[in-house]
C-alpha cells in the first residue's frame, strides 16, 4: 500500500501544481503549447528508447506478458467502438469527447507503473514492465492516432492523411528504436544512456504539469458519465481482463503482478497532449486523468490483491 501511495500521490500533487501555475505564474497559453510539443516530441521518447533499450529480457516471460496486456487493450477498444452508436444516441457524446475517452480506456501511465514495478522487483520489475511497453504504445498509439483523425476531426481525413499522422507519432518510432537496439546486443554508450534517463525523468515532471495546466479543478469532483465510462473501463474491466488472460496463459509471481499494475494504473498524461494536437475534448481527459489518478491508488491496491488471491 505504501509503494503504491508514494508512486501515486506525487503524481497528483504535480498535477495540482500545473493548475495553480496556470493561474499564477503562466497564464498564457503559448508557454504550456511549448511545453505539451517537448514532452512529446523528445522528452517521453527518450523515456521508451532507454527504458527499452536498456532492459534485459532473459528468462523474462515476454510472449504471455505482452499478449495478456495487448488483448485486454484491444477487448477495451473493441468494446467503446461497439458502444459508440449508443454513447452518440443517448448521451450525445461528440466525436472528440469519444476520442478521449476512447484514450483514457486504452492508453497507460508508463511513469507510475515503472515506480511501482521498479520498487516492488527492481530490475527485473523495469525489464517486464518494458516488455509492456513495446507491446502496448505502438499499437495503443495507433488505434488512438486513428480513433483522433476518424471522430476528433470535423472533416473526415483520408487514408494517406491518418497514416502520415501515424508515422509522424513519435512515441511508435521510440518503442521500435528501442527494441531494434535491445534485440541487436549492441553495448549503448554510458554518456547516451545517461542523457536519455534526464530527458525521461524530465518527462514525467513536465508531461504532469501540462495535464494540471488544462484542468479545472471544480470539475474535479463533478459527476460526468463520459468520465465515469472511461475510469470503469480502464481501472476495473482492463486490469479484470489482463489479469484473468495472464492466469491463463500460465502466468504467476512477479510477471503476473507486473501484468496487473501496468493495466490497472491510470491512463497516459501524453494522451492530453495527443488530443491537443489532433482535436480531442482535451479539458475532458484532464477531467478523466484528474478522477482515474484519485482513485488508483484503491484500484492498483486491488489488483494486486486480486492477483494474489487468483494467480496460480
Known amino acids: 500500500m505504501a509503494t503504491v501511495a508514494n508512486a501515486l500521490i506525487p503524481v497528483f500533487i504535480i498535477i495540482a501544481l500545473g493548475a495553480a501555475l496556470r493561474r499564477t505564474l503562466l497564464p498564457g497559453q503559448d508557454a504550456w503549447a511549448a511545453l505539451e510539443r517537448l514532452t512529446y516530441f523528445v522528452l517521453f521518447p527518450a523515456l521508451l528508447i532507454v527504458t527499452t533499450g536498456t532492459a534485459d529480457l532473459k528468462g523474462i516471460p515476454s510472449i504471455a506478458v505482452a499478449f495478456a496486456l495487448l488483448a485486454a487493450v484491444l477487448i477495451m477498444a473493441t468494446t467503446l467502438l461497439l458502444l459508440r452508436p449508443f454513447l452518440t444516441h443517448v448521451f450525445t457524446v461528440s466525436g472528440p469527447?469519444?476520442?478521449?475517452?476512447?484514450?483514457?480506456?486504452?492508453?497507460w501511465n508508463t511513469y507510475v507503473a515503472l515506480a511501482i514495478s521498479g520498487a516492488l522487483y527492481g530490475a527485473k520489475g523495469l525489464a517486464l514492465v518494458s516488455v509492456a511497453i513495446v507491446a502496448i504504445v505502438p499499437v495503443v498509439n495507433v488505434i488512438n492516432v486513428w480513433v483522433l483523425a476518424h471522430f476528433a476531426s470535423t472533416k473526415k481525413l483520408d487514408?494517406?492523411?491518418?497514416?502520415?499522422?501515424?508515422?509522424?507519432?513519435p512515441l511508435i518510432w521510440s518503442c521500435l528504436i528501442g527494441l531494434a537496439l535491445n534485440l541487436s546486443s549492441l553495448p549503448l554508450p554510458k554518456i547516451a544512456v545517461s542523457f536519455g534517463e534526464i530527458l525521461g525523468r524530465a518527462s514525467l515532471a513536465l508531461g504532469l504539469l501540462v495535464v494540471g495546466g488544462g484542468l479545472a479543478l471544480g470539475d474535479a469532483l463533478k459527476f460526468d458519465v463520459r468520465v465515469a465510462l472511461a475510469t470503469i473501463l480502464k481501472l476495473i474491466l482492463m486490469p479484470l481482463a489482463a489479469i484473468g488472460l495472464g492466469i491463463q496463459l500460465g502466468l504467476s509471481g512477479p510477471p503476473l503482478i507486473v501484468v496487473a499494475i501496468a493495466s490497472s494504473v491510470p491512463a497516459a498524461p501524453t494522451s492530453y497532449v495527443l488530443a491537443r494536437q489532433m482535436g480531442g475534448d482535451a479539458p475532458l481527459l484532464a477531467?478523466?486523468?484528474?478522477?482515474?489518478?484519485?482513485l488508483a491508488l484503491v484500484t492498483i491496491t486491488t489488483a494486486l490483491v486480486l492477483t494474489e488471491t487468483m494467480g496460480p
Request: charged share 10%; hydrophobic share 45%; glycine share 4%.
Open 159 to 169: 487514408v494517406r492523411t491518418t497514416i502520415g499522422h501515424m508515422l509522424r507519432n
Open 287 to 294: 477531467h478523466i486523468l484528474t478522477v482515474q489518478t484519485l
Open 97 to 107: 469527447a469519444f476520442s478521449s475517452i476512447f484514450q483514457a480506456s486504452t492508453r
